[in-house]
């Protein structure tokens, strides 16, 4: 599975709060909560496969700030015909703001799918979003629910149940020692994903991330694999370690 990082698409990073998370006023997934995807299409007769899929996302990401008042894309992944892997837009950490059933927000994770209304899916599109499923499976098995106006589409092409997928576990963010605010925002994808992050994603190297990495660290030097200090600071020693306990999980 090849997931394509936020900061390959944009280099913004989505505001604290949205309008319309001011819900419930917790922003993120709750893990039980969460019961399946939801697939959504442009409403359009464009030819999607001739088309970046950068810049849709993009456009997504702009027409949701200026005319909807979001701070972000509301979808949390995305999908396209024409590149190969899953695209992060909002990301698995923050909760939807893609369903006019507002509380569907909380439990289905939004997907979007860049197909046209008469463009026939493409076999790599297809790959995609089997691969996306199985990301959301793999970090939430009871997900397993599939919704969305284009399910006919896929209907009898995709697996429905986590026990035919193949789940893989994400890789640990890469390491720069110039580590910006998109590059923040990836680190706590990752360290959100195995439960040490739990607030939302605001792509900030603050005192939740920090705390975060450095429970990180810990549970890292109890098990052996980390030999340095608990410090916090998410650097080269820490993602060796964090590969090296990967590794031994397989």
Known sequence: MKIISRS????VVPKI????????G??????????GISLFTPDSSAVYVEINPQSIFNSERVQAFTQKGFGDIPYNLGVAGNVDGVFCLRGLCNKSAAHSNIPMNSTHVAVLVLVGKEEPPTDLLLNNLLSCREL????????TEVNGSTWDIWDNKLP?????????LPEPFSYSSEIGNVLVFELIEFLAYY?????????????ICHNSVAELQNDLLDGEYYRKRVDGIYG???REAACNWLRSLQ
């Not at 709060?17 to 419930?24: H, S, Y």
């Not at 917790?26 to 019961?35: A, D, I």
């Not at 439960?195 to 005192?207: L, T």
């Open 8 to 11: 390959q698409w944009t280099p």
């Open 17 to 24: 709060v949205t309008g319309a998370e001011d819900f419930t």
């Open 26 to 35: 917790t922003p993120y997934f709750r893990n039980l909560e969460v019961k």
């Open 136 to 143: 959301v499976l793999a970090r939430w098995p009871q997900a």
């Open 160 to 168: 429905k149940t986590s026990s035919q997928f193949h789940c893989t």
């Open 195 to 207: 439960g040490y992050y739990k607030a939302r994603n605001d792509g900030i190297y603050g005192p």
């Open 236 to 238: 080269r020693y820490t």
